[in-house]
């Protein structure tokens, strides 16, 4: 079974930055990809970005520019930089590990912009 624990979720101005983290524990063989989803109110969730095992990051239209995924391989967490927030990006993000072919998530995080 895997953890995952999300934090840095807060309060900002529109124009600011916050940093997600989602940290694994448990039983970590192979993880394939990390990634970061987000979903508003009496919206559908929605992907955010992805970064592989190889390194490979991929980002959605809507935050590329602005959102930036790494990770730490020997922590075994997925960070989420985001600069130059909206309010149209305020949702419930949510970090989610492929591990083994099976997809773990975490229990989310609040993100609020305010204009």
């Known amino acids: 079974q895997v953890q995952l624990v999300e934090s840095g979720g807060g309060l900002v101005k529109s124009g600011g930055s916050l940093r997600l983290s989602c940290a694994a524990s448990g039983s970590i063989f192979s993880i394939n990809a990390m990634g970061w989803y987000r979903q508003a109110p009496g919206k559908e969730r929605e992907w955010v970005a992805t970064?592989?095992?190889?390194?490979?990051?991929n980002s959605a239209d809507s935050v590329k520019g602005r959102f930036t995924i790494a990770r730490d391989n020997a922590k075994n967490t997925v960070y989420l930089q985001m600069n130059s927030l909206k309010p149209e990006d305020t949702a419930v993000y949510y970090c989610k590990f492929l591990v083994a072919g099976i997809g773990y998530w975490g229990q989310g995080t609040q993100v609020t912009v305010s204009s």
């Open positions: 970064i592989t095992s190889g390194g490979t990051t």
